[in-house]
T-cell receptor, first 112, second 113 residues
């Protein structure tokens, strides 16, 4: 049973516009959520995270929103740039120093 | 800044052979995680070590074993290789108390023929 769902396998956005990547989870015990970006032939790169005690965390062009009651989080990228084109993984953390549980990823394509 | 180092980057083995993958964490990181990503799949957690002790175990087959050494590097030993073991194997590291972010290496691509 998939604990983390990224229902959009791909997303195409025009450069300069907003990219919104969504993630749903089932386990209410997750207390920390991370987003990773992955380019082909490279390991996942940490992007941004949010603790379950917050509902928003912002870092430059990246903002993550958490709705605990809906068990939903989203990553907003504004403005989107062609270099943002990659696969984005939502990865809740099971306990401190625990293992990441990855969604299947969303492939973002930002067109110039 | 130093990153997680994995070796080898590519490995080709035949069925029933053994393979050893190595991971060198970021300096001062004390926790190492191993993940397996099959073709078209999301990364799946295998096993983790904190201060040389196994800290958590995921979907790691009994044919696989791993350990963390005194210098904090880790090795994943895989025996009786099967075709289904062909995957990308990622190692990640973190440091207790420095947040929960895990930093990934570039991965080892294992192909079993």
């Amino acid at each position: 049973d998939q604990q983390v769902k990224q229902n959009s396998p791909s997303l195409s956005v025009q450069e300069g516009r907003i990219s919104i990547l969504n993630c749903d989870y089932t386990n209410s015990m997750f207390d920390y959520f991370l987003w990773y970006k992955k380019y082909p032939a490279e390991g996942p790169t940490f992007l941004i995270s949010i603790s379950s005690i917050k509902d928003k965390n912002e870092d430059g062009r990246f903002t993550v929103f958490l709705n605990k009651s809906a068990k939903h989080l989203s990553l907003h990228i504004v403005p989107s740039q062609p270099g943002d084109s990659a696969v984005y993984f939502c990865a809740p953390l099971r306990g401190s120093q625990g293992n990441l549980i990855f969604g299947k990823g969303t492939k973002l394509s930002v067109k110039p | 800044a130093a990153g997680v180092i994995q070796s080898p980057r590519h490995l080709i083995k035949e069925k029933r052979e053994t393979a050893t993958l190595k991971c060198y964490p970021i300096p001062r990181h004390d926790t190492v995680y191993w993940y397996q990503q099959g073709p078209g799949q999301d990364p799946q957690f295998l096993i983790s070590f904190y201060e040389k002790m196994q800290s958590d175990k995921g979907s790691i087959p009994d044919r696989f074993s791993a350990q963390q050494f005194s210098d904090y590097h880790s090795e994943l030993n895989m025996s009786s290789l099967e075709l289904g073991d062909s995957a990308l194997y990622f190692c990640a590291s973190s440091r207790w108390g420095d947040g929960d972010e895990q930093y990934f290496g570039p991965g080892t691509r294992l192909t079993v023929t």
